[in-house]
């Protein structure tokens, strides 16, 4: 369980740092976050099997984390913090390999989007 964590947090350095993902054995995709004021953060995704992790700023806020697909009994989830520390829970989850979309619910700020893959287009 530990190595997901540190896959989970190499993965976030190499976004951090290169502003996209390209971790080998991992599809790299496009992110899309719509915050309640209207902002769209951009970023990457790095997803492999059933599970990824993303990341995508404005160059002043940065929200990221991670999401699991549905499979093996388990529905799909998606974990976001977000830099400015407001707190951050998600819903109406439809996420697949290459594709996904979800719904952002900001505490005191609103309703805001997920997407990630074809979805971002």
Known sequence: MNSGRVTLTA????????GCVQVPGYASLPVAVKLPSGERLEGGAAIRVLSGAFQATDGRKTCSGSFHL???GRPASL????????RVTSSSLD????SGTGTLSFDRDGIG?????????
Do not use: E, K, P, Q
Not at 11 to 18: E, F, K, Q, S
Not at 79 to 86: K, P
């Open 79 to 86: 974990f976001v913090t977000c830099s400015d520390g407001v």
């Open 95 to 98: 996420l697949s390999a290459f």
């Open 70 to 72: 549905a499979g093996l």
């Open 11 to 18: 993965i976030g350095a190499v976004v951090a740092v290169t």
């Open 113 to 121: 989007t997920f997407r990630y893959g074809d979805a971002v287009r």
